[in-house]
């Protein structure tokens, strides 16, 4: 069955200091893989997304993420974190099932301290 | 461009009252989903459709249903409410019938059931 694990619920780094989210997935075929970030009573914003080429994926808000095809993994990255990036980031994966859907990881909630 | 718009934003029901949750976008999207948003359960897909008179069932479609009589509505109904539907329910739409584009979320509606 497809699914997608962001192991850590909550993370908490120092302002300034480099950030790393972890998600693996589950599926059968090449993914294609999203971070999605949550800010407090809002909606969910793209940061970024891979589904072919360099594994190496640059987002928005000097976000990156890895894809990893032997680990089954997509990390996502960040050398310096801001004190606006707390927030709560999400893991998708969008498979090809006989439909097209989307599935999401529990989320990471990230603290940022100054 | 409005984006993806949600109506209400809060909404309180009894147990057994009926209700529906309005969804709709203006960028021509054909795929539109519907989540719930649980504490330490992330996103869960509900209903989906990949296009006007197309729906599918998501993750959790019970007690839900949907219709997509247009490309730019795609509306939640509630047949009879329990506290388990008590969540923030998102709307999402994403350019074509595929798993591979970005999807836009709505602002969310937080529903209660007393």
């Known amino acids: 069955a497809q699914s997608v694990t962001q192991p850590d619920i909550h993370i908490t780094v120092s302002e300034g200091a480099s950030l790393e989210l972890r998600c693996n997935y589950s599926y059968g075929a090449t993914p294609y893989l999203f971070w999605y970030v949550q800010s407090p009573g809002q909606g969910l914003q793209l940061l970024l997304k891979y589904f072919s080429g360099d594994t190496l994926v640059q987002g928005i808000k000097g976000f990156e993420a890895e894809f990893k095809r032997s680990q089954s993994s997509f990390n996502l990255r960040k050398p310096s974190v801001h004190w606006s990036d707390a927030a709560e980031y999400f893991c998708a994966v969008g498979v090809v099932s006989g439909t097209y859907k989307y599935i999401f990881g529990t989320g990471t909630r990230l603290k940022v301290l100054a | 461009n409005a984006g993806v718009t949600q109506t209400p934003k809060f909404q309180v029901l009894k147990t057994g009252q009926s209700m529906t949750l309005q969804c709709a976008q203006d960028?021509?999207?054909?795929?539109m989903s519907w989540y719930r948003q649980d504490p330490g359960m992330g996103l869960r897909l509900i209903h989906y459709?990949?296009?006007?008179?197309?729906?599918d069932q998501g993750e959790v479609p019970n007690g839900y249903n949907v219709s997509r009589s247009t490309t730019e509505d795609f509306p939640l109904r509630l047949l009879s409410a329990a506290p388990s539907q008590t969540s923030v329910y998102f709307c999402?739409?994403?350019?074509?019938?595929?798993?591979?584009?970005?999807?836009?979320f709505g602002p969310g509606t937080r529903l209660t059931v007393l």
């Open positions: 459709s990949v296009g006007a008179g197309i729906t």
């Open positions: 999402a739409s994403s350019y074509g019938a595929s798993s591979y584009n970005e999807q836009f």
């Open positions: 960028m021509n999207h054909e795929y």
